[in-house]
Protein backbone atom coordinates (compact mmCIF):
# COMPACT_ATOMS: atom_id res chain seq x y z
CA UNK A 1 0.00 0.00 0.00
CA UNK A 2 1.70 3.21 -0.93
CA UNK A 3 -0.83 6.04 0.62
CA UNK A 4 -3.11 5.40 3.77
CA UNK A 5 -6.65 7.04 2.94
CA UNK A 6 -9.32 8.18 4.89
CA UNK A 7 -12.08 10.68 5.50
CA UNK A 8 -10.31 13.10 7.29
CA UNK A 9 -7.02 12.97 5.94
CA UNK A 10 -5.21 16.77 6.01
CA UNK A 11 -5.04 18.47 2.80
CA UNK A 12 -3.03 18.15 0.30
CA UNK A 13 -0.12 21.04 0.45
CA UNK A 14 -0.52 21.72 4.22
CA UNK A 15 2.19 21.36 6.89
CA UNK A 16 0.00 18.84 8.52
CA UNK A 17 -0.13 16.76 5.45
CA UNK A 18 3.54 16.50 5.02
CA UNK A 19 3.76 14.54 7.92
CA UNK A 20 1.11 11.51 6.56
CA UNK A 21 3.42 11.91 3.15
CA UNK A 22 6.31 11.15 5.29
CA UNK A 23 4.82 8.43 7.19
CA UNK A 24 3.30 6.74 3.42
CA UNK A 25 6.53 7.30 1.75
CA UNK A 26 8.42 5.18 4.77
CA UNK A 27 5.57 2.59 4.84
CA UNK A 28 5.90 2.11 0.87
CA UNK A 29 9.37 1.86 1.26
CA UNK A 30 10.15 -0.69 4.13
CA UNK A 31 7.06 -2.65 4.02
CA UNK A 32 6.22 -2.06 7.47
CA UNK A 33 4.82 0.84 10.22
CA UNK A 34 7.74 3.47 10.94
CA UNK A 35 7.86 4.80 14.07
CA UNK A 36 6.41 8.20 15.25
CA UNK A 37 10.23 9.03 16.52
CA UNK A 38 11.27 8.56 12.45
CA UNK A 39 8.76 10.36 11.35
CA UNK A 40 9.24 13.56 13.33
CA UNK A 41 12.75 13.67 13.01
CA UNK A 42 12.38 13.78 9.23
CA UNK A 43 9.52 16.27 9.80
CA UNK A 44 11.70 18.62 11.80
CA UNK A 45 14.37 18.09 9.53
CA UNK A 46 12.62 20.20 6.94
CA UNK A 47 11.94 22.81 9.46
CA UNK A 48 8.38 20.80 10.79
CA UNK A 49 6.88 21.01 14.32
CA UNK A 50 7.87 18.04 16.65
CA UNK A 51 4.80 18.38 18.34
CA UNK A 52 2.54 18.76 14.87
CA UNK A 53 4.55 15.65 13.65
CA UNK A 54 3.56 13.25 16.63
CA UNK A 55 -0.24 14.05 16.60
CA UNK A 56 -0.19 13.09 12.91
CA UNK A 57 1.67 10.41 13.25
CA UNK A 58 -1.05 9.18 15.33
CA UNK A 59 -3.57 10.23 13.63
CA UNK A 60 -1.75 8.51 10.54
CA UNK A 61 -1.54 5.73 12.44
CA UNK A 62 -4.89 5.32 13.45
CA UNK A 63 -6.69 5.30 10.05
CA UNK A 64 -4.09 2.72 8.44
CA UNK A 65 -5.17 0.63 11.55
CA UNK A 66 -8.64 1.39 10.87
CA UNK A 67 -7.97 0.90 7.08
CA UNK A 68 -7.37 -2.66 7.49
CA UNK A 69 -9.42 -3.84 10.23
CA UNK A 70 -12.52 -2.04 7.91
CA UNK A 71 -13.60 -0.12 11.62
CA UNK A 72 -13.42 -3.44 13.68
CA UNK A 73 -11.69 -1.51 16.21
CA UNK A 74 -8.85 -3.71 16.43
CA UNK A 75 -5.43 -2.82 15.86
CA UNK A 76 -2.58 -4.75 14.10
CA UNK A 77 0.21 -6.06 17.00
CA UNK A 78 3.80 -4.98 17.46
CA UNK A 79 5.65 -6.78 15.17
CA UNK A 80 7.80 -7.80 18.54
CA UNK A 81 4.76 -9.08 20.90
CA UNK A 82 4.10 -12.93 21.07
CA UNK A 83 0.44 -13.79 20.21
CA UNK A 84 -0.95 -16.54 22.36
CA UNK A 85 -3.12 -18.71 19.93
CA UNK A 86 -4.87 -22.28 20.04
CA UNK A 87 -5.28 -25.14 17.56
CA UNK A 88 -8.04 -27.53 18.24
CA UNK A 89 -8.24 -31.25 17.82
CA UNK A 90 -9.17 -31.12 14.01
CA UNK A 91 -5.96 -28.77 13.52
CA UNK A 92 -7.87 -24.99 13.38
CA UNK A 93 -6.51 -22.30 14.20
CA UNK A 94 -8.48 -18.93 15.00
CA UNK A 95 -6.08 -15.84 14.70
CA UNK A 96 -7.01 -12.76 16.65
CA UNK A 97 -8.55 -9.73 14.71
CA UNK A 98 -5.00 -7.96 15.43
CA UNK A 99 -2.83 -10.35 13.74
CA UNK A 100 -5.25 -10.03 11.09
CA UNK A 101 -4.84 -6.25 11.35
CA UNK A 102 -0.99 -6.56 10.93
CA UNK A 103 -1.26 -9.52 8.16
CA UNK A 104 -2.73 -7.13 5.55
CA UNK A 105 -5.30 -9.83 4.19
CA UNK A 106 -7.43 -9.39 0.65
CA UNK A 107 -10.68 -9.87 0.98
CA UNK A 108 -9.79 -13.68 -0.10
CA UNK A 109 -8.01 -14.16 3.41
CA UNK A 110 -5.43 -16.41 1.33
CA UNK A 111 -1.91 -16.81 2.80
CA UNK A 112 0.90 -18.88 2.26
CA UNK A 113 2.61 -21.12 5.23
CA UNK A 114 6.21 -22.51 5.57
CA UNK A 115 7.14 -24.17 7.61
CA UNK A 116 10.11 -23.82 9.50
CA UNK A 117 12.24 -25.64 11.95
CA UNK A 118 8.68 -26.00 13.89
CA UNK A 119 7.58 -22.75 12.92
CA UNK A 120 4.90 -22.35 10.99
CA UNK A 121 5.12 -18.99 9.11
CA UNK A 122 2.50 -17.21 7.65
CA UNK A 123 2.22 -14.40 5.18
CA UNK A 124 -0.64 -12.75 2.87
CA UNK A 125 0.13 -12.19 -0.79
CA UNK A 126 0.11 -8.33 -0.08
CA UNK A 127 3.03 -8.56 2.36
CA UNK A 128 4.91 -11.03 0.38
CA UNK A 129 4.61 -8.34 -2.96
CA UNK A 130 5.67 -5.11 -0.58
CA UNK A 131 8.55 -7.13 0.44
CA UNK A 132 9.51 -8.30 -2.95
CA UNK A 133 9.33 -4.70 -4.62
CA UNK A 134 11.44 -3.43 -1.80
CA UNK A 135 13.95 -5.82 -2.59
CA UNK A 136 13.76 -4.84 -6.18
CA UNK A 137 14.28 -1.73 -5.76
CA UNK A 138 17.06 -1.95 -3.24
CA UNK A 139 19.19 -4.56 -5.90
CA UNK A 140 18.07 -1.69 -8.63
CA UNK A 141 20.90 0.78 -9.50
CA UNK A 142 20.26 4.27 -8.88
CA UNK A 143 18.64 6.44 -11.38
CA UNK A 144 17.90 3.62 -13.74
CA UNK A 145 14.65 2.43 -14.74
CA UNK A 146 14.14 -1.08 -15.10
CA UNK A 147 11.57 -1.55 -16.76
CA UNK A 148 12.81 1.17 -19.65
CA UNK A 149 16.44 -1.19 -19.55
CA UNK A 150 14.46 -4.19 -20.02
CA UNK A 151 12.09 -2.90 -23.00
CA UNK A 152 15.41 -1.97 -24.85
CA UNK A 153 17.03 -5.20 -24.16
CA UNK A 154 13.84 -7.06 -25.40
CA UNK A 155 14.26 -4.80 -28.51
CA UNK A 156 17.53 -5.50 -29.47
CA UNK A 157 17.11 -9.21 -28.87
CA UNK A 158 14.08 -8.53 -31.84
CA UNK A 159 16.38 -6.88 -33.79
CA UNK A 160 18.75 -9.75 -34.41
CA UNK A 161 16.17 -12.44 -34.90
Known amino acids: ?94 LPAEALAGMDLGADGRVTGRLEDGELRLISPRVALRRLRKAARDLAPEGMAVVDEFIAEKRREAEFE
Open 1 to 94: MSRVTMRKRPSPGSATARVWEIADDLLRRRGSLPGGREVADLYVAEGGNEGTAFTQYSHWKKAYQNHFTRGAGASAPREDRALHLNVDAAGRLV
